[in-house]
């Protein structure tokens, strides 16, 4: 059994168990309330009917992640009368993790709060690190704020019942936090023959969640350092909301094109880390980019990491080893269009 993780945040401590959910769920507190992904909540539904506290179904997409999905979630609260002794336990993907810590966090200004990752990516990135968020209009994640939890379950049984496609999209994150910050995480990735299949195992899970946490201990709420995390996001994003990708596919371009970018503008000398990020994200590239910057320019202008004419990017100087950047926004996508024209 892998030991407890266990990380100190400004509302306390949050505790991250491997262990299983069914078993977890039977302990718990009497004031407590569910936010369940609806694709979950039918594959258990016997665990879920036996559970005997009010259920919230979710039925989780970018498209739902809105302020209209935030009340209706808050409305459930109300409608159940919850206050600050309950805890909320959200289970779900990442986009149900990010929506129903949020709700958590502003609903009688907090309350008690467990994720219960159930995808690939949401064990390895969305529901660690205290972040929270819906989208506003056209901008990802634009709305939100940080807020950890007190415990975080992973049950990678989860991952036996979830289709291949959704799967996979945990990869490129994982791959982030390699490149970024562990040489031998990235490693150990090297080394699975084919990263798509679920190879990914409890040890490697570990790893990531320690490699993540290293800096998100010395930067919580991204002042600094932690926008390391965000390499592949900046462009990611806005692929992602421009050509309707999954996070996971849209991250992986984002990465290949944002190490192309920074390299045409002489920010990276060591050409082996976009070999090397070509070749293990090989499976996510896809033609359905245009190598053109127009569809890309209104988020790029939006992102979260803008600054007035500058742009905050994480530069993988050697494998592991990342500064970030402030980057003028007009010579980033000036040399983005040239990387569009190079990779597509």
Same mark, same amino acid.
């Given at each position: *059994?892998?030991?407890?993780?266990?990380?100190?945040?400004?509302?306390?401590?949050?505790?991250?168990?491997?262990?299983?959910?069914?078993?977890?769920?039977? $302990?718990?507190?009497?004031?407590? &309330?569910?936010?369940?992904?609806?694709?979950?909540?039918?594959?258990?539904?016997?665990?879920?009917?036996?559970?005997?506290?009010?259920?919230?179904?979710?039925?989780?997409?970018?498209?739902? $992640?809105? /302020?209209?999905?935030?009340?209706?979630? /808050?409305?459930?609260?109300?409608?159940?009368?919850?206050?600050?002794?309950?805890?909320?336990?959200?289970?779900?993907?990442?986009?149900?993790?990010?929506?129903?810590?949020?709700?958590?966090?502003?609903?009688?200004?907090?309350?008690?709060?467990?994720?219960?990752?159930?995808?690939? *990516?949401? *064990? &390895?990135?969305?529901?660690?690190?205290?972040?929270?968020?819906?989208?506003?209009?056209?901008?990802?994640?634009?709305?939100?704020?940080?807020?950890?939890?007190?415990?975080?379950?992973?049950?990678?049984?989860?991952? $036996?019942?979830?289709?291949? !496609?959704?799967?996979?999209?945990?990869?490129?994150?994982?791959?982030?936090?390699?490149?970024?910050?562990?040489?031998?995480?990235?490693?150990?990735?090297?080394?699975?023959?084919?990263?798509?299949?679920?190879?990914?195992?409890?040890?490697?899970?570990?790893?990531?969640?320690?490699?993540?946490?290293?800096?998100?201990?010395?930067?919580?709420?991204?002042?600094? &350092?932690?926008?390391?995390?965000? *390499?592949?996001?900046?462009?990611?994003?806005?692929?992602?909301?421009?050509?309707? /990708?999954?996070?996971?596919?849209?991250?992986?371009?984002?990465?290949?094109?944002?190490?192309?970018? /920074?390299?045409?503008?002489?920010?990276?000398?060591?050409?082996?880390?976009?070999?090397?990020?070509?070749?293990?994200?090989?499976?996510?590239?896809?033609?359905?980019?245009?190598?053109?910057?127009?569809?890309?320019?209104?988020?790029?202008?939006?992102?979260?990491?803008?600054? !007035? !004419?500058?742009?905050?990017?994480?530069?993988?100087?050697?494998?592991?080893?990342?500064?970030?950047?402030?980057?003028?926004?007009?010579?980033?996508?000036?040399?983005?269009?040239?990387?569009?024209?190079?990779?597509?």
């Amino acid at each position: *059994m892998l030991k407890p993780i266990t990380y100190h945040h400004s509302r306390g401590t949050c505790h991250i168990i491997f262990s299983s959910f069914s078993a977890y769920l039977t $302990k718990l507190p009497i004031n407590t &309330v569910c936010i369940v992904d609806k694709n979950v909540y039918q594959l258990y539904q016997t665990i879920f009917n036996d559970l005997q506290k009010p259920i919230f179904v979710f039925h989780a997409s970018e498209k739902r $992640k809105t /302020l209209t999905s935030l009340e209706n979630i /808050l409305t459930f609260f109300h409608d159940n009368e919850v206050d600050r002794s309950y805890t909320i336990i959200a289970i779900g993907g990442g986009i149900t993790c990010d929506i129903a810590a949020l709700a958590a966090s502003v609903w009688k200004r907090g309350c008690k709060l467990t994720l219960i990752p159930t995808t690939l *990516m949401a *064990m &390895v990135d969305a529901s660690i690190g205290g972040k929270t968020a819906i989208n506003f209009l056209t901008v990802k994640n634009s709305v939100g704020t940080f807020y950890h939890p007190e415990i975080i379950l992973i049950d990678t049984l989860f991952l $036996k019942t979830l289709p291949v !496609e959704i799967y996979k999209e945990g990869i490129p994150e994982i791959v982030k936090h390699a490149l970024t910050l562990n040489k031998s995480l990235l490693d150990q990735l090297l080394e699975i023959q084919d990263i798509c299949l679920k190879q990914i195992d409890n040890a490697l899970i570990y790893k990531n969640i320690t490699t993540k946490l290293s800096i998100i201990k010395s930067d919580p709420e991204e002042k600094n &350092v932690r926008k390391i995390l965000n *390499m592949g996001h900046t462009v990611g994003h806005a692929i992602e909301i421009a050509y309707g /990708l999954p996070h996971g596919t849209a991250v992986a371009n984002g990465i290949v094109l944002e190490l192309e970018t /920074l390299a045409l503008l002489g920010y990276i000398e060591d050409h082996q880390i976009l070999s090397l990020s070509k070749s293990i994200l090989r499976p996510f590239i896809t033609k359905k980019i245009k190598n053109k910057i127009e569809p890309l320019l209104p988020f790029l202008k939006q992102d979260k990491k803008r600054c !007035e !004419e500058k742009i905050s990017i994480p530069v993988v100087k050697s494998i592991g080893n990342t500064v970030v950047e402030d980057i003028l926004l007009s010579d980033f996508t000036n040399a983005l269009q040239k990387a569009l024209i190079n990779e597509y």
